[in-house]
């Protein structure tokens, strides 16, 4: 039986569309209607229902009739900004259509341009798409609080040595002859001017990265480059044949490197330029670097006053226990203080990244003091964490020296293969903590988690990040080296009056140095925080600062 005889036999269900709709429902409902009478021509009793059905516009009921009278009347429906096709945010953002949106590179780097929104909501809970249900600034817990305990622990113990030490008769005592005759009257000359001039070349140095950011990465590594050849063509000529070939290898490293990787420059080179904008909008946290030297010098003061007391009052296996346990405490309280402000520095970027922008929820008030407060509470147990586990490295370094000057030649040979061995596994965990410290800032997580978080932008973007660490990093030391053969050269030349040019010269560089390399250090975090916060989550940059991320995306697509 064909196709067509089986149509013939099916029963006429009544199309709606049909030519005479009016005998066909009564036909049907004689057939197949077994619920009695209830159901009669649902065609003919209820038609504004039936078209009800099929309209979710509901102020259009002929848009889904076929009568072509009525299609011209279809409205399209007001096309929506651009932003809500991005990654959905927990808060909507501000609306101002009727205010413009500048577009110049100056207003995107400070912050994407564009009027801010409304700062009045406090709730800063962010959701990213790589790391999807981080939370970021909400509400911390203290972490890893054992090792903020084990580390107050470890300064009472100190205290304790040094009080032990302190009420001892020592058995050796220093006598120091001054023969200056008062000629330390040089330091009225060098302090101000070293202060003057570094403050001056910190000025020039921001405004050289904000505004020419890709000619300074340049001109740096060229002159790396230069450097290196330098140094080898000097080893070379006085005889020092295996430094000449050392300085030969490294200065054929970083050539092919620039050449290799010349194309990634320019999102350094945007990266630099933000986070120096970011620097310039909130200065605080320059002064949070002044701070931390300030720290630190306290403590070199107190830790040298406990360090030659030792000496002085203790000999033997005693006194060498000591002098490790020292110089572990040291190494630790060192690192300690330059973390809290690395971890202070991100946070800032961090909130700055996910808050700030015209679709942003706004930045809160004083945020560096926000981020210098989580640093020192809920996250000083992490930051102790990591700090200790490059201090104990730091000080198997130092025992590793201890037997390279022992007599022995076996163990100086030891002592030798591990300080190399150290060394580099030294330069690793420093790399590592840096961005392991920037996750503990943004997400306020274990210094494990943050690890573990770390491995994991590690195996997609290990080699974007050894780029971006390098030619940022590059950059900075050429500017601090810069800035301390100028400063040597100018203190001992100020210093030739009072026939101490060799100090004056070692003093300002070494003051000039400490505050250079402060600010340069802020610099090389926030890059550093920017570049992390950019490749976990890079859908919240498309949200709150879509331009930016417009100018981002334009120099580095994620891969």
Known sequence: MGTEDNLSQQPNTGSPYAQSPQPQPQQQQQQYNPYGQQQYNPYEQQPQPQQQQYNPYGQQPQQYGYQP???????????????????????????????????????????????????????QTMVGSYNE??????????QDIWFSILFALNFGLLIVVSASAFAKTPHTIYEYDDTSGGSFGFLFAILPFTIVFSLL?????????????????????????????????????????????????MASFVILFYISCRARIPF????????????????????????????????????????????????????T??????????????????????????????????????NG??????PTLGSARRALTTSFGSICF????????ETLRYLSQMMINNRNVVVKIIGYIFNCILSMLSSIVQFFNTYAFTHVAIYG?????????????????????????????????????????????????????????????????FIGYLVIITNLEVVYSSTISLFVCYVMEPEVLAHTKPQLYQLYSSTYHLR
Request: hydrophobic content about 45%.
């Open 69 to 123: 009278q009525y299609q011209p009347t279809y409205q399209q429906p007001p096309p929506q900004p651009q932003y809500y096709s991005q990654a959905p945010m927990p808060l909507p953002p501000q609306q101002h259509p009727q205010q413009s949106i500048p577009n110049d590179r100056e207003s995107l780097i400070s912050g994407g341009g564009g009027i801010p929104p409304n700062n009045n909501n406090n709730n």
């Open 133 to 142: 249900g981080e939370v970021k600034f909400e509400p911390p817990k203290y």
């Open 201 to 249: 070349y910190i000025w020039a140095w921001l405004k050289l990265a904000a505004n020419h950011a890709e000619s300074l990465i340049k001109i740096s590594f060229i002159g790396a480059m230069a450097l290196m050849v330098g140094y080898c063509i000097y080893f070379f000529v006085v005889g020092f044949i295996y430094l000449g070939i050392l300085f030969a290898v």
């Open 268 to 319: 350094t080179a945007t990266l630099l330029s933000n986070a120096v904008a970011i620097i310039k909008e909130y200065p605080s946290v320059i002064r949070a670097g002044y701070i931390s030297i300030f720290v630190n010098f306290v403590w070199f003061v107190i830790w040298g006053s406990a360090f030659v007391r030792v000496n002085m009052v203790y000999t033997g296996a005693l006194q």
């Open 321 to 358: 226990c000591i002098n490790v346990y020292l110089v572990f405490t040291l190494y630790w309280v060192f690192h300690v203080i330059k973390n809290t402000l690395h971890t202070t520095v991100s946070g800032l970027l961090a909130t700055w990244y996910f808050c700030s922008g015209p």
């Open 361 to 366: 929820v706004g930045m809160p008030s004083n």
């Open 386 to 393: 990591g700090s200790l586990i490059i201090s104990l490295i």
């Open 445 to 509: 997580k274990s210094f494990c988690d943050s690890a573990k978080s770390t491995f994991t932008m590690f195996e997609t973007r290990l080699g974007s990040t050894i780029i971006n660490d390098n030619f940022v990093g590059t950059t900075i030391a050429i500017g601090g080296l810069v800035a301390s053969l100028l400063l040597s050269i100018l203190g001992a030349l100020i210093s030739i009056p009072f026939d101490m040019s060799v100090y004056g010269g070692a003093l300002a560089l």
